[in-house]
C-alpha cells in the first residue's frame, strides 16, 4: 500500500503530557556528550537564568517519538515502518526545554511528496508547556521506501 | 555573565570564522546507552545479525545520536551567552560503528551568516566520520545576547 496522498494537512490528538525529569536530562545529555553543567547542576542552571536543569537541544526526540508513532500506527497512512528512512530532522525553539517542564505535543502532517518510488513525509510536533505557551516544534522528515 | 564569557559579550563572530572544532567517538556502548536515553531501541543500533539481516554494513549509530553531539562543540562555545533558536540536519550517510574500534565523528563549525540587527549567527556544522560526511546542510540559529 503506497502513502496515503490524504495525510497531508491531517492533525493528531495531542499525546498525553510528558513531564520532563531532571535525571532523564542528565541521562540523556550524558549520552549525547554533552558537558556544560546548566545540564547536571540545578544551581548553576539557576544562576544562569533557568527554572532547572536545561535540556540539550536534541531532547525534544524524546517526546516526539511518540507522535510519529501515532502516525507510524494510523491504519490509513500505508506507512510501513520497515521501509521507513530518517531523511531529515529540525528543531525550532521559543525557548529551551528545562527540567520540570509538562510537555504536551502536537503532530500534524505537513507535506507527502513522491519522488521516483520513495515517498517524503514531513511531519511537524509542537510542543507547548503546561501554561499552553509554545516551547519548541520538532519537524522530521521520512522517507518511506517504494516497493524495489 | 560568567567571568569566561564576559570578554566576548557584545561582540558578534565574522562569517568564514571557525567557532569551534571536535572529534567525539563513539562505541557500541555509546549507542546503547543511547537507545536508553532516548527510547529508540531499533536493533539496527546494537545487533549486527539484525542489521546486516536487512543489508546494512554493519550496526549503525542513531541519526539523532550523531545530531545530538554535533552541536555539542557549538554549545561549548555559546555557553550562557544565548540560545539555540533553530537546528536542522539531513543525513546523509550512515555512521558504521565497529564492534571492537567504535567510530569517530569530527565537527568543524563555521559561522555561516550574520544578523547584527538581531544579533543572530547562523553556524554551518560540517560533520563527517571515517572520511566521509554524515549530515548534510546541518545548520545551528543561535541568538546571542545582547
Known amino acids: 500500500m503506497p502513502v496515503n496522498p490524504d495525510l497531508q494537512g491531517r492533525v493528531f490528538a495531542p499525546v498525553p503530557p510528558y513531564l520532563v525529569g531532571r535525571e532523564k536530562i542528565r541521562e540523556f545529555a550524558t549520552a549525547v556528550q554533552a558537558i556544560a553543567p546548566v545540564h547536571f547542576d540545578p544551581a548553576i542552571a539557576v544562576a544562569a537564568g533557568y527554572p532547572d536543569v536545561v535540556a540539550p537541544p536534541t531532547f525534544p526526540v524524546v517526546v516526539q517519538e511518540a507522535t510519529l508513532a501515532q502516525l507510524l500506527a494510523e491504519p490509513d497512512a500505508g506507512i510501513d515502518f520497515s521501509r521507513v528512512v530518517h531523511g531529515e530532522q529540525r528543531f525550532a525553539y521559543t525557548r529551551p526545554v528545562v527540567a520540570g517542564d509538562e510537555l504536551t505535543a502536537t503532530l500534524t502532517v505537513t507535506s507527502i511528496k513522491t519522488l521516483g518510488g520513495n515517498a517524503m513525509v514531513t511531519a511537524e510536533s509542537a510542543m507547548t508547556a503546561a501554561d499552553g505557551s509554545h516551547v519548541v516544534t520538532a519537524t522530521s522528515t521520512l522517507v518511506v521506501r517504494g516497493d524495489s | 555573565m560568567t567571568g569566561a564569557d564576559a570578554g566576548q559579550a557584545g561582540s558578534l563572530p565574522a562569517t568564514g570564522d571557525v567557532v569551534a ?126
Open chain 2, 21 to 146: 572544532e571536535a572529534t567525539y567517538h563513539l562505541t557500541r556502548d555509546s549507542l546503547v546507552r543511547y537507545a536508553g536515553a532516548s527510547g529508540d531501541f531499533n536493533p539496527i543500533h546494537y545487533r549486527d545479525d539484525v542489521a546486516e539481516g536487512v543489508g546494512l554494513p554493519g550496526v549503525l549509530a542513531h541519526g539523532m545520536l550523531t545530531m545530538g553531539t554535533a552541536i555539542q562543540p557549538v554549545m561549548e562555545w555559546l555557553g550562557t551567552r544565548g540560545r539555540v533558536v533553530e537546528y536542522g540536519v539531513r543525513f546523509t550517510r550512515p555512521v558504521v560503528v565497529h564492534p571492537v574500534d567504535g567510530a569517530s565523528i569530527t565537527v568543524t563549525a563555521t559561522v555561516g551568516k550574520v544578523d547584527a540587527a538581531a544579533s543572530e549567527v547562523r553556524i554551518d556544522l560540517t560533520v563527517s566520520s571515517g572520511g566521509s560526511t554524515v549530515l548534510g546542510k546541518a545548520q545551528v540559529r543561535v541568538a546571542l545576547d545582547s
